[in-house]
């Protein structure tokens, strides 16, 4: 009966739908934030927003900065209905509405990668009483001074003061060529504005242009150097409208140091030969992965260890490849790995004597839109054959059948822990259904191989493990199908 009554009323007095819509919302100052950076491990931290008398309320968010895909905050209501997850990098904007007069903040973080975290300057409101005129502003907020806050690698803040001295390279070196900042506004008393009229210009010291500086949005910007080295350099950031705001910072901008990994001095280096390259569209940020593809030429498809170099930092999120003659890629790198601008990652592929790669896929990200270059290098390895260690063994009971699939763990001895190139040996033929690697750092186990892959009997099958220096690897799952009694062993590649 109320349903009907409310029809009707609905359609002899259609306005009765806009009293929702045409209420305003209220807006006040309000202060709440996260650590800087945040704790990794934060299971469900949560902070409570309350506005008595509110119906519905939102949040306006300074910054938002979290590690993409892996931390996130939640906004839910007291039944605990989540009306917006948010993650990655954002700044300036209002969250979607909560309804009722209480907000939860709960936020999740993994076990690696902090970020900055989250500031929290305004709340807006709704109410069911009529919304009280907004008060007159004797005077509005005046700009009196500028910060700049550096955002390094991994998404961190930190004030830059004058004393301060950042460090790039020259124009077109290999090495990180620019640095990202943000620019906060400040009345009189020492007040954040959320908006304040501010074009930036750099000059220099002295005479002569040695960098350019890009808008990425409204408060952040990227600063370019020049072709032209130089040490100590000082730059003023300023406004020509407002001529007693600046503020300055100092550069050194030195020349391309190109990275080559070590080597013993009795083996030869590896030759490196650029097999392709991938430009990052302008419009990319680190919310949208890109997939570049690299055909591997014919003369290098034998080749099982590549390297990937990128002029600016990426996040890498698989790897895979795709054997001659197959439909389907192999994924045999497993992120999220965090990869450095200019510096070198190496990577081997499990293909065995005569079986061709015909194709790279990296899936990868980066912060926000610009121009990323993605090269990727193969080499041949060390003609001298590879020393193994055996490091353990299984034997497959005798009820075994190729029906059941084993699944021996092998735990790696601490003085080859950091090691990451493998081989299993049998004395039958096995399937490979997959193998499964546990990194210290990491929750879960990383698969780093996918089968079905047939080994013959006395045949060595090499494959590598993805983990970095300082992530040693601890234990390996290979989970395998033979019939009835056999043996599998584990060895590992030493110098």
């Known amino acids: 009966m109320t349903l009907r009554l409310f029809m009707i009323l609905l359609f002899v007095f259609p306005g009765v739908t806009s009293l929702a819509q045409s209420q305003e919302w209220i807006e006040e100052p309000f202060s709440l934030s996260s650590s800087h950076p945040y704790p990794n491990r934060a299971q469900g931290e949560t902070q409570t927003i309350q506005k008595r008398g509110a119906t519905s309320i939102r949040l306006w968010f300074d910054l938002l900065e979290t ?22 990098y954002r700044s300036g904007f209002w969250s979607n509405p909560v309804p009722g007069d209480t907000i939860f903040l709960r936020f999740w973080s993994d076990d690696s990668i902090s970020g900055y975290g989250y500031v929290i300057s305004r709340i807006a409101y709704q109410t069911d009483a009529p919304t009280p005129p907004k008060p007159s502003l004797s005077k509005p907020s005046l700009l009196s001074k500028i910060r700049l806050y550096q955002i390094d690698s ?52 002295g005479s002569g242009v040695f960098g350019t500086l890009e808008s990425l949005d409204s408060t952040t910007y990227r600063f370019h150097a020049g072709p032209i080295p130089t040490k100590n350099l000082t730059v003023t950031v300023q406004d020509p ?25 009795s083996l030869s280096p590896p030759t490196y030969v650029q ?26 498809q034998t080749c099982n260890a590549f390297q990937i170099i990128s002029e600016k930092s990426i996040e890498i999120e698989h790897i895979q490849i795709r054997f001659q003659g197959q439909n389907r890629s192999q994924t045999i790198v497993h992120g999220p790995i965090q990869v450095r601008a200019g510096e070198p990652y190496e990577f081997s592929t499990p293909n065995r004597s005569g079986q061709r790669i015909v194709r790279l896929d990296v899936k990868q990200r980066m912060h926000r839109s610009g121009r990323t270059l993605l090269y990727a290098r193969a080499f041949q390895r060390h003609p001298v054959a590879p020393q193994f260690v055996q490091i353990g063994t299984f034997t497959n009971p005798e009820w075994a059948s190729r029906k059941i699939a084993q699944e021996p763990h092998f735990s790696i001895p601490t003085a080859h822990q950091n090691r990451n190139t493998f081989r299993i040996v049998t004395d039958k033929p096995i399937e490979l259904d997959r193998i499964q690697a546990w990194i210290a750092g990491h929750s879960k186990p990383l698969t780093v191989i996918r089968g079905p892959i047939r080994i013959e009997a006395g045949q060595a099958y090499d494959f590598s493990t993805p983990n970095q220096p300082g992530k040693p690897i601890q234990r390996i799952k290979i989970m395998q199908r033979m019939h009835r009694t056999g043996h599998t062993t584990l060895h590992v590649q030493v110098p």
């Open 67 to 88: 590690e993409p895909g892996w931390d996130h905050l939640n906004l839910q209501d007291v039944s605990g209905n989540v009306y917006q997850e948010l993650s990655g």
């Open 154 to 205: 991994g998404g961190t803040l930190h004030q830059i003061r004058e004393t301060n001295t950042i460090q790039i390279f020259t124009q077109g070196s290999p090495t990180r060529t620019t640095f990202d900042f943000l620019i906060w506004g400040f009345d009189s008393s020492d007040r954040k504005l959320r908006h304040f009229p501010f074009k930036p210009k750099i000059t220099f010291a």
């Open 241 to 265: 409208q407002h001529h007693q705001v600046e503020a300055r910072f100092r550069v050194d901008i030195l020349e391309p140091v190109v990275k080559r990994p070590s080597r013993p001095p």
């Open 275 to 300: 097999i392709g390259a991938f430009t990052n569209p302008e419009w990319a940020s680190r919310k949208i992965a890109q997939e570049p593809q690299f055909p591997i030429p014919t003369a290098y």
